[in-house]
């Protein structure tokens, strides 16, 4: 059975930092593509980043560009969702997400596996 289990979210003030981990159990990690998307309330699900096998590669939504940092630690099975610079329009609720596959998708429905989300409150 495949889990994934963010961590790391809270309350942090304009301009703060957080760091989102998100811990996977059961999962083909080193076959799997790694991202990070977000819901918002009353809008859709929005891709954040995402990261290749190796890590050699990572996929940044424009907003997230100079910001945030999507990075994988292979040997414990788990990847991380740097944020700096938050705003308040970061607010929402942060998912974790793998595909089995080689590309850094931004597409929802391109991915396999899901957590449960973990919320960033970004006050002004």
């Known amino acids: 059975q495949v889990q994934l289990v963010e961590s790391g979210g809270g309350l942090v003030q304009a301009g703060g930092s957080l760091r989102l981990s998100c811990a996977t159990s059961?999962?083909?990690?080193?076959?799997?593509?790694a991202g990070w998307f977000r819901q918002a309330p009353e809008k859709d699900r929005e891709f954040v980043a995402a990261?290749?096998?190796?890590?050699?590669?990572?996929n940044y939504a424009d907003f997230a560009k100079g910001r945030f940092a999507i990075t994988r630690d292979n040997n414990n099975n788990t990847w991380y969702l740097q944020m700096n610079n938050l705003k308040p329009d970061d607010t929402a609720v942060y998912y974790c997400?793998?595909?089995?596959?080689?590309?850094?998708?931004?597409?929802?429905?391109?991915?396999?596996?899901w957590g449960q989300g973990t919320q960033v409150t970004v006050s002004s």
């Open positions: 990261i290749t096998r190796t890590g050699a590669y990572a």
């Open positions: 059961g999962l083909p990690f080193r076959d799997s593509v």
């Open positions: 997400a793998a595909r089995i596959g080689v590309q850094a998708m931004s597409k929802v429905p391109s991915y396999d596996y």
